[in-house]
């Protein structure tokens, strides 16, 4: 019986995680792919000194605002979620920044880890 119950509550999850990732579209949320020195839209004054960079911590949220016309190797303006603490190099929380699309990923990392278990799983018994 709860065997059942945890095939019938996983499966939408393996499925999802097993899904191909679709286009970039705006408001879709997006994860970096390890940590990413990216462009700020608006730079930051941090002491005295101009800084138009700054660091995202590996599988940082974001949320797509803008994407580029170009097919090839699309340009991304999105905006920071998460907790960072903002402090420097880390980008802040809701900051506008620039990256390519080869940066991120669009599926969080906790369903392929789900799907990568399951499969382990299954490839045992």
Not at 8 to 24: D, W
Not at 33 to 62: F, H, M
């Amino acid at each position: 019986m709860v065997s059942v119950a945890v095939l019938i509550l996983g499966a939408p999850l393996v499925l999802y995680s097993l899904a191909p990732p679709g286009p970039f579209r705006e408001g879709d949320t997006v994860f970096s792919d390890g940590e990413q020195r990216v462009e700020l839209t608006t730079p930051r004054n941090i002491a005295g000194r101009i800084d138009e960079t700054c660091l995202l911590d590996p599988n940082s949220p974001l949320i797509i605002s803008r994407i580029t016309d170009d097919p090839l190797n699309p340009l991304l303006v999105a905006h920071v979620q998460g907790n960072q603490a903002g402090e420097w190099p880390f980008c802040p929380v809701h900051a506008e920044v620039r990256l390519s699309a080869r940066q991120v990923f669009q599926k969080p990392p906790l369903f392929g880890s789900i799907r990568q278990m399951l499969l382990r799983g299954s490839a045992s018994n």
